[in-house]
């Protein structure tokens, strides 16, 4: 297949891809700005600016998870047209192989991956982390009750004593927290005093509190601007603890987790993050190989309903088996690596030899 030939499919397949990504990420900010402006409309710092961005920063991590199917549609759409159009017919009349006309898409969806682990990755960790602070002190001063079940929890020991943390935030990568709440217990395990602040911050040997509210035995004692609490947790054991991988770009992972490494941790979210992205272009690779199967057959009056569906449900299920075996992963139930890979490599093989099956028998 020569050059021109080539860089046409090629072509076809990116404006296809850029489309479907633009139509998607703005009907994913439309139901996002929706859905955030009904939640926070009822607090007093509410403004229609603010939800626009925060909706504006959501948005790039939410376009992560949905980039396989964006691969899988693209590349359906792109084979679909060729075929109504006779192109993929007279590309066959003239010798050219499947194997051939596919491998454009196979090159674009390769570099849409590369693009979406390079360049939006680091953007969509930003903005998450940015919108959860925006989000935060949108919301701050509201209720500072911490939920047992839905908060975060950090169990620290120095000295004599004991302090359980909470928190109803985590901002900064881990360290920093919103609405927080510091329960000193001693040696027999019982409370001793609480405190409640606004913020608490992370430093050498201390966490420093905002706005701190002190209890002992249930009654109020003082209101503090600011109160100090020791500490011997290192920033990368309570980033391990509490911070989200979703919240730390590509390119920090793997200091991340060599950090994380050093101080004894298993660091098996981060590493699971790490080759989920590393993988995720022979991801996309696998979705049009998905695709292909459905999508190539010559229908005189269009592609058959049910074939499409078809693909449409295995690119599904390798999604949600994906999602699935991440989750071992991150439990460490599986090792990171083979949790990533094995459902790509299987994907893969899956679609070559269904396609070897119907090209040369």
Same mark, same amino acid.
């Given at each position: 297949?020569?050059?021109?030939?080539?860089?046409?499919?090629?072509?076809?397949?990116?404006?296809?891809?850029?489309?479907?990504?633009?139509?998607?990420?703005?009907?994913?900010?439309?139901?996002?700005?929706?859905?955030?402006?009904?939640?926070?409309?009822?607090?007093?710092?509410?403004?229609?600016?603010?939800?626009?961005?925060?909706?504006?920063?959501?948005?790039?991590?939410?376009?992560?998870?949905?980039?396989?199917? /964006?691969? *899988?549609?693209?590349?359906?759409?792109?084979?679909?047209?060729? +075929?109504? &159009?006779? $192109?993929? @017919?007279?590309? #066959?009349?003239?010798?050219?192989?499947?194997?051939?006309?596919?491998?454009?898409?196979?090159?674009?969806?390769?570099?849409?991956?590369?693009?979406?682990?390079?360049?939006?990755?680091?953007?969509?960790?930003?903005?998450?982390?940015?919108?959860?602070?925006?989000?935060?002190?949108?919301?701050?001063?509201?209720?500072?009750?911490?939920?047992?079940?839905?908060?975060?929890?950090?169990?620290?020991?120095?000295?004599?004593?004991?302090?359980?943390?909470?928190?109803?935030?985590?901002?900064?990568?881990?360290?920093?927290?919103?609405?927080?709440?510091?329960?000193?217990?001693?040696?027999?395990?019982?409370?001793?005093?609480?405190?409640?602040?606004?913020?608490?911050?992370?430093?050498?040997?201390?966490?420093?509190?905002?706005?701190?509210?002190?209890?002992?035995?249930? /009654?109020? *004692?003082?209101?503090?601007?600011?109160?100090?609490?020791?500490? +011997?947790? &290192?920033? $990368?054991? @309570?980033?391990? #603890?509490?911070?989200?991988?979703?919240?730390?770009?590509?390119?920090?992972?793997?200091?991340?987790?060599?950090?994380?490494?050093?101080?004894?941790?298993?660091?098996?979210?981060?590493?699971?993050?790490?080759?989920?992205?590393?993988?995720?272009?022979?991801?996309?690779?696998?979705?049009?190989?998905?695709?292909?199967?459905?999508?190539?057959?010559?229908?005189?009056?269009?592609?058959?309903?049910?074939?499409?569906?078809?693909?449409?449900?295995?690119?599904?299920?390798?999604?949600?088996?994906?999602?699935?075996?991440?989750?071992?992963?991150?439990?460490?139930?599986?090792?990171?690596?083979?949790?990533?890979?094995?459902?790509?490599?299987?994907?893969?093989?899956?679609?070559?030899?269904?396609?070897?099956?119907?090209?040369?028998?």
């Amino acid at each position: 297949m020569g050059w021109t030939l080539g860089r046409y499919f090629f072509s076809r397949y990116a404006v296809i891809t850029m489309w479907f990504f633009l139509g998607i990420y703005a009907l994913v900010f439309l139901i996002d700005f929706t859905e955030f402006s009904s939640r926070v409309s009822g607090l007093p710092n509410f403004t229609f600016l603010t939800a626009l961005s925060v909706s504006a920063l959501r948005v790039p991590m939410i376009m992560m998870q949905t980039v396989p199917f /964006v691969a *899988l549609f693209a590349a359906m759409a792109t084979l679909i047209s060729l +075929n109504r &159009k006779y $192109e993929l @017919v007279i590309a #066959r009349a003239a010798g050219i192989s499947a194997w051939q006309f596919l491998l454009p898409a196979c090159i674009g969806a390769l570099l849409f991956g590369v693009l979406t682990v390079g360049v939006l990755n680091p953007f969509a960790a930003y903005g998450l982390s940015r919108s959860e602070f925006i989000e935060t002190n949108l919301r701050s001063g509201a209720s500072n009750e911490v939920s047992a079940f839905a908060a975060p929890w950090i169990h620290q020991k120095t000295g004599d004593s004991d302090t359980i943390i909470g928190a109803r935030a985590i901002l900064n990568k881990g360290l920093e927290l919103s609405d927080a709440v510091f329960f000193e217990l001693d040696k027999n395990g019982e409370i001793i005093e609480r405190k409640d602040a606004q913020r608490a911050f992370l430093r050498d040997g201390y966490w420093e509190l905002q706005n701190v509210k002190r209890f002992r035995e249930g /009654v109020r *004692l003082e209101t503090l601007e600011t109160d100090r609490v020791p500490t +011997n947790l &290192k920033p $990368e054991f @309570v980033q391990e #603890r509490l911070a989200r991988p979703e919240t730390i770009p590509f390119y920090e992972l793997p200091g991340k987790i060599k950090v994380a490494h050093s101080f004894g941790l298993s660091a098996n979210a981060f590493a699971m993050q790490f080759h989920s992205l590393m993988a995720m272009p022979l991801l996309l690779v696998a979705m049009t190989l998905i695709a292909a199967t459905v999508s190539m057959r010559f229908a005189r009056m269009g592609q058959s309903s049910t074939m499409i569906l078809g693909g449409v449900v295995a690119g599904f299920l390798l999604y949600v088996v994906s999602v699935l075996v991440k989750a071992f992963g991150n439990a460490g139930f599986v090792p990171p690596f083979v949790a990533a890979w094995l459902p790509v490599i299987v994907a893969m093989f899956f679609g070559v030899t269904f396609l070897l099956y119907r090209e040369d028998g």
